[in-house]
């Protein structure tokens, strides 16, 4: 959903077709939100933690990993964007005084009302009631605190407070950036100082290597973003150790007869100890949108140190760059080696969807998973993420190529 808010935004917020399939998803969106499920109700908002539905709309109420704390944030940030993109071609919407009452259509998206009604007002509240409480991760198997969710939660706080001002929901909006302060705090609790490393859950037996950081850096970035962002020494050395792990993990990463570069392209996976293997528990397999992610990663990177026309190579993360440049870069990189070193980023993030496009089918389908011994086509078929991923992460190239 968020490519197509992204869309809406670039068009000047005007596309009869955009719109009618955002405002459907609004309206299914709006529905689910009030209906009772196994994670709670909407009147204490706990079952706004449900992670799945049946496709009828109705309550999935079989065993699963609930509830998961990341999805009001995300359904948040999306209703934000649309509601944004929207109002640059209607702002006339927007006045209370507007002729037939058009000011009422904000409303099932934000109103000041508590308890709260509205869609976004109801995923904020949400958040900010439970970002301290544990729930399950992204993979949907370990119940516990977790760097995405937290990332994501900050980020839509964050993004929050800016729309209850707008709405003139001023306590609200206070109440949220102090929330959005207090998880920035807890983000400190998932550095491995031993490993030098991010975490991506708290008080487990895993390595804390794992994709779900770099998800959590690309999808909680946000317009202030001092801490974790996709080009911080602590993503690119997670991002780095992730890769030199998945590289030996698969049998269709080899590169047989030569030494492959530390960042040059291979198909990644979740994490080091995944077992699950799209549909039993045989071993875990490299993943489209895991390997997606990486190049996304880098664009990003790539562009910050562009446009701010520098980079600074501290101690921790000169090894990322002699991985990425051959070649010891340190200390304030500026001219001709900056443009080195953002040109070596793309390059590599080129390697990796270059990775992923081997084992795309012929019509370009994306499943959940590659099989890491034969290259075939795994896991949930056609895989929305897959494609939502690599969406996203041709924006984000685009931009570090200037096309944007």
């Known amino acids: 959903m968020s490519f197509f808010t992204r869309n809406l935004a670039q068009i000047g917020g005007s596309d009869p077709f955009l719109e009618g399939y955002l405002d459907r998803y609004v309206a299914l969106q709006q529905k689910l939100q009030r209906l009772d499920n196994p994670s709670g109700g909407f009147g204490d908002l706990s079952g706004l933690g449900e992670p799945k539905f049946l496709a009828n709309g109705k ?115 206070s109440w949220y950036i102090q929330q959005q302060n207090d998880i920035l705090n807890r983000l400190k609790m998932f550095w491995d100082s031993y490993h030098g490393r991010l975490m991506a859950s708290v008080g487990t037996l895993r390595s804390g290597l794992d994709c779900a950081n770099l998800l959590g850096a690309i999808h909680g970035e946000t317009d202030d973003t001092d801490k974790y962002p996709p080009w911080s020494d602590e993503v690119l050395l997670g991002l780095l150790d992730l890769v030199e792990d998945q590289r030996s993990r698969f049998k269709i990463n080899a590169s047989p007869g030569r030494k492959a570069k530390a960042l040059e392209g291979v198909v990644i996976g979740r994490y080091p100890e995944d077992i699950y293997d799209g549909d039993g528990f045989s071993g875990g397999n490299p993943w489209f949108l895991c390997t997606i992610a990486v190049s996304e990663v880098l664009f990003k990177a790539a562009t910050r140190f562009r446009d701010q026309g520098r980079l600074t190579v501290t101690e921790s993360g000169v090894r990322f760059w002699k991985a990425l440049t051959g070649s010891d870069v340190k200390g304030e990189v500026t001219g001709s080696a900056l443009e080195n070193c953002t040109r070596a980023l793309v390059a590599a993030g080129d390697s990796f969807l270059a990775a992923m496009r081997r084992y795309v089918d012929n019509e370009g389908g994306m499943s959940e998973q590659i099989d890491g011994k034969s290259g075939a086509q795994t896991g949930a078929r056609d895989l929305t993420w897959s494609y939502s991923a690599f969406l996203s992460a041709i924006d984000a190239r685009n931009a570090a190529l200037g096309k944007n």
């Open 59 to 173: 309550a999935f109420t079989a065993d699963w990993g609930r509830p998961q704390r990341d999805g009001p944030a995300l359904r948040a940030l999306t209703c934000i964007a649309y509601l944004r993109a929207y109002n640059a071609s209607h702002s006339e919407l927007w006045a209370s005084t507007s002729p037939h009452g058009q000011a009422d259509w904000y409303k099932g998206f934000y109103e000041s009302t508590l308890p709260a009604t509205s869609l976004i007002k109801a995923d904020l509240e949400y958040v900010a009631k439970y970002w301290d409480t544990t729930g399950f991760d992204i993979w949907e198997e370990v119940d516990g605190l977790h760097f995405f969710t937290a990332m994501v939660q900050r980020r839509a706080l964050r993004e929050g407070a800016d729309i209850a001002a707008r709405f003139g929901d001023s306590g609200a909006a």
